[in-house]
């Protein structure tokens, strides 16, 4: 099935789900439903990057955001200074509970939808990160430590900055497309839908997004993580054979 069939599918089936969902509770019907097209993107040999299409509805009006965030890991945040015309590194911080992947998609511009505590509270935005930050040497600011790490990701692609768009189909259904790059980490990741009236949280649904290797590109990661040292060893002599290899075919008479 093609994606062009697959959404107006995926819609049909959110908009039977929540009209059931509304029959069945007349009295306390869930303000907010929400599903993706795919919970598991599959990296395998040649993976370019991919779209996973998030969509939902919500009960009465109201503004959406959600939040991307892919498994936590310590990082190394390093100062370079120039002496003697190199530049070498001087200073370094070490990061601790960095996102590996996070982005974010809003129905309106975040600031038209919540105020800076709201969105403070509950992590909303790259600038509400809380990272943990400890700092070599005399450097007492975390700043510059911080806004390097947040170039240095954005860069990459893996963190972003600038919202998607969340476009509503009617007063109730919405979508968006989640892109996850080429370059995108393994692990789970933490989808949370929010839903805001007034300022004021009415709803938040979250789901899970499962990101894996397969296939060959797969086993040789499994291969490489269990037995470093047996995989060191490999990739020597396959290096040396090679080389061996190479010099044999152009040698010159």
């Known amino acids: 099935m093609t994606r062009n069939r697959l959404f107006p599918a995926l819609v049909l089936i959110a908009t039977l789900f929540f009209s059931a969902m509304l029959a069945s509770k007349p009295a306390r019907a869930d303000p907010l439903v929400v599903d993706l097209s ?25 503004d959406v955001v959600i939040t991307v965030r892919g498994p936590e890991r310590d990082m190394v945040v390093r100062r370079k200074e120039r002496k003697a015309g190199i530049w070498i590194n001087t200073k370094s911080a070490y990061v601790r509970n960095v996102p590996t992947y ?7 511009p975040i600031e038209l939808i919540a105020n800076d505590r709201l969105l403070a509270s509950y992590h909303i935005g790259l600038q509400n990160q809380r990272f943990v930050t400890t700092m070599d040497g005399d450097d007492t600011d975390d700043s510059l430590y911080r806004d390097a790490l947040l170039r240095n990701m954005e860069y990459v692609g893996l963190f972003n900055d600038k919202p998607a768009k969340i476009s509503f189909l009617s007063n109730q259904l919405f979508r968006t497309d989640v892109h996850f790059p080429a370059n995108t980490p ?10 805001i009236r007034d300022g004021r949280i009415a709803s938040i649904k979250s789901t899970p997004l499962v990101v894996s ?17 047996l995989y060191g060893i490999i990739a020597v002599i396959i290096a040396a054979i090679a080389g061996w290899i190479a010099s044999v075919l152009f040698r010159k008479n």
């Open 213 to 229: 290797k397969t296939g060959i590109s797969a086993d040789v990661y499994d291969f490489a993580h269990r037995y470093s040292a």
């Open 186 to 195: 393994t692990g789970t990741y933490v989808i949370d839908v929010y839903l």
């Open 102 to 108: 996070y982005a974010t998609a809003a129905s309106r």
């Open 38 to 62: 795919n919970h598991l993107v599959a990296i395998s040999t040649g993976f370019t990057g991919t779209d996973v299409l998030l969509f939902g509805a919500i009960e009465n009006k109201g």
